[in-house]
């Protein structure tokens, strides 16, 4: 069993490559929580894969939340994949933390650097073309060997990228930014560009985008994955000031 969150189909892919190569069955964290049952219990010879995308240097609040209601029976093998656009700072070892109060303990982890998905701050931008299609083939390369090792259930296994300074980016500035700047509050639509396809809330994982125009319900759900910001057909989604390009998994594809 693979439990997965994916706002711009990143992590996603992950997940189905994991699929593809175990045979295990892949389910959506954000649809899982909506069926209220988080009881799982694992067959002897299952593995149980939790897939997400590095927030902040944190695992999204969802995977948290999820991972504190759900409970978990007859788990032999245990893995974490998490996807970020650079480092991943101590999101692995949050996760262990949430895990281990489930009497749970990591058998393999792993990070897998993937095209950059954030545009909340004026520091951060997109990849180009060419680092996008870079990170994507390294990935492409890179998701056999870790395929490998989990359909092995090899155990004691660490191949993450930190980065530099990681207590710092974790605690400090991504405690700051996971406590106070996650939130919907910033998203503006630009009604001459909005053609009110209703992509954003059929894209949004958390419902969180109700009518047309499209609004956001401020009800404390968004990840600030940024779906709604990145798949509009028309750009027309804002966060803030910031209006920096869009990127989604296999977009190059789609508009070929
Ligand atoms: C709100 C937000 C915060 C992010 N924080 C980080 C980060 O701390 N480190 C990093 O390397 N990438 C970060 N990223 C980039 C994503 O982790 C990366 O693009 C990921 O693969 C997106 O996965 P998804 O397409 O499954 O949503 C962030 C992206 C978003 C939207």
Partial sequence: MILYFSGT?????????LSDATNDTIFSIP????????????????????????HGWQP???????????TFENVRYLYAVTTCGDNIGYAMSIL????????????????????????CFSFLHLDTPESEARKIEAARQRMPHICKLVKQKASGI???VKGAIPFTYT???????????????????????????????KRCPVDDIEGLPPHWKHNGSCTNCLACYHYCPTHAIHWGSMQR????????EDQK
């Fill in 245 to 252: 390009g869009q990127y989604y998994f296999n977009k190059r």
């Fill in 31 to 54: 649809d899982e929580l909506k069926k209220g049952t988080l009881h799982y219990t694992l067959k002897d010879y299952e593995r149980l894969g939790i897939c997400f995308p590095t």
């Fill in 158 to 160: 660490e191949e993450l």
């Fill in 60 to 70: 999204p609040h969802i995977v948290r939340d999820f991972l504190r209601r759900a």
């Fill in 171 to 201: 605690y400090i500035i991504g405690g700051f930014y996971n406590k106070h700047l996650i939130t919907d509050e910033k998203f503006w639509v630009d009604i001459d560009k909005c053609i009110q396809c209703g992509l954003c809330a």
């Fill in 96 to 119: 262990r933390k949430e895990l281990h109060h489930k009497g749970l303990s990591l058998d393999a982890a792993f990070a897998v650097v993937m095209p950059e998905s954030n545009v």
């Fill in 9 to 17: 189909g990143n992590t996603k892919w992950v997940a189905e490559h």
